[in-house]
């Protein structure tokens, strides 16, 4: 059944999953196979002294991801549109090209990480697993009507309970973890901070930005009577109500189970003196021996299920930004041949991400670069949202409220000292 805008009028009862939407799917999103890699590396290598990354974070990712579906919500464009119509076309294409390679590094790498642990659990060949979950997100994100397939996605979401499952199996100390949270030992040497950075790097990412903003776009197409809140203001307070439950609810989700990922391999694998992760499948095949095969097989299938969450989000946030970049019709709920240029995007840079891992790419390395650029591009990128969201001429009188706007720009600042921090520890430590 089509919703409408009425449905999200104050005071009537919805159900949570008409309420959860955009915010839900990128948190949970978050929690690719490459950030498990970052959270796993973190636990096995620190223990419980890095958990308070995420605890740190949390109010500063609500606030950036709720301003940038705001900014969708109240404008009915996309980032990247609202990004172009108001700063020059060179600025445009820096962003919007550096924001390809990097999504397109980070599909490679979590094919390949989906395909490791297919492989550790039932065997077979990893490249072929790779190609064939790069026609799967290919083919789901471009011929499955658009409301179907969030519900798709929506569904995946709960692939992430595998890792809260996993860290009630094995044993954690719940009161060390509890201190540690707020006082941690923290240890100022180049290979803590690389960690912290590339938590906060992982946890607030660039492509999450476009792909929250367009997909507020796509839910006013998607919604009978629903329209732009500068064309109608009256939707304005459910609208904000709605986009401040799901983003808030959305990053709870991501942090916390990337906090359950820190614990269990803090108590497992940091416990038992194995702190060299690179890899998501590493974790999973080093947890086999210390925690038994039952934790293993979850962990790994965790693997998978986050994966074909992630990689249609990072594919879909570089179509939506460089389709609105050239002016294309861009958009989900878009046939394919009304988009053909933003459904390109979407398969070249899915099977592109796949050929990487027939290269001699090294997949790490690769990995890091696509760090490297997310934090160039995150910093601009945040500071322009939290300008054209404070602008009456864009955002009309639905101007970023004050409270916002401050953790907003302390979340900004907060990426450019761990940008600043990422290339002063660059091949240290």
């Not at 009028?9 to 159900?15: E, I």
């Not at 789901?140 to 009507?145: H, I, P, Q, T």
């Not at 497992?268 to 925690?291: C, F, M, N």
């Amino acid at each position: 059944m089509t919703r409408t805008a009425d449905d999200t009028a104050p005071g009537k009862a919805r159900k949570l999953l008409q309420v959860l939407g955009p915010g839900l799917i990128t948190g949970a999103s978050d929690d690719d196979p490459s950030g498990i890699a970052t959270y796993s590396q973190a636990g096995a290598q620190f223990g419980f002294n890095t958990g308070w990354t995420l605890l740190a974070s949390w109010p500063l990712m609500c606030a950036i991801q709720e301003i940038s579906a705001r900014i969708g919500r109240v404008t009915g464009r996309g980032l990247a549109a609202n990004v172009q119509q108001h700063y020059p076309n060179s600025v445009v294409a820096v962003v919007v090209a550096l924001l390809l390679v990097a999504n397109t590094i980070n599909i490679g790498a979590d094919l390949g990480a989906m395909a490791a642990a297919l492989k550790l659990v039932t065997g077979g060949p990893q490249l072929l697993f790779v190609a064939a979950f790069a026609l799967l997100c290919v083919g789901l994100e471009v011929f499955v009507n658009y409301d179907r397939y969030v519900r798709v996605l929506k569904w995946l979401t709960l692939a992430l309970l595998a890792y809260v499952g996993v860290a009630f199996v094995v044993h954690i100390p719940w009161g060390t973890v509890a201190v540690r949270m707020v006082a941690p030992q923290i240890d100022w040497t180049p290979a803590y901070i690389t960690t912290v950075v590339a938590i906060l790097g992982t946890t607030i990412s660039p492509y999450l930005f476009f792909w929250q903003a367009e997909e507020e776009v796509e839910e006013v197409k998607e919604r009978d009577g629903a329209k732009p809140l500068r064309r109608a203001p009256r939707q304005a307070k459910g609208e904000f109500a709605r986009i401040r439950i799901d983003t808030y609810l959305g990053m709870a989700l991501s942090n916390l189970v990337a906090l359950f990922i820190m614990l269990t391999t803090a108590a497992t694998l940091h416990a038992h003196g194995v702190t060299d992760i690179q890899t998501s499948a590493q974790a999973a095949e080093a947890l086999r021996p210390v925690a038994g095969p039952a934790v293993f097989v979850v962990f790994a299938l965790g693997i998978v299920g986050t994966g074909l969450l992630a990689v249609p989000v990072l594919a879909g946030s570089a179509a939506y930004a460089v389709g609105e970049a050239f002016g294309w019709h861009v958009g989900l709920t878009r046939k394919p041949r009304r988009a053909k240029g933003f459904y390109g995007v979407i398969a070249v840079a899915t099977l592109v991400g796949g050929l990487l891992n027939f290269s001699s790419l090294d997949p790490i390395r690769a990995l890091f670069w696509s760090a490297v650029i997310n934090g160039v591009v995150a910093v601009p990128v945040m500071a322009m949202m939290m300008l054209l969201g404070s602008r009456h001429d864009v955002m009309g009188r639905f101007a970023l409220p004050i409270p916002l706007k401050v953790v907003g720009w302390a979340a900004t600042v907060v990426m450019g000292v761990a940008a600043a921090a990422m290339f002063a520890t660059m091949g240290k430590g």
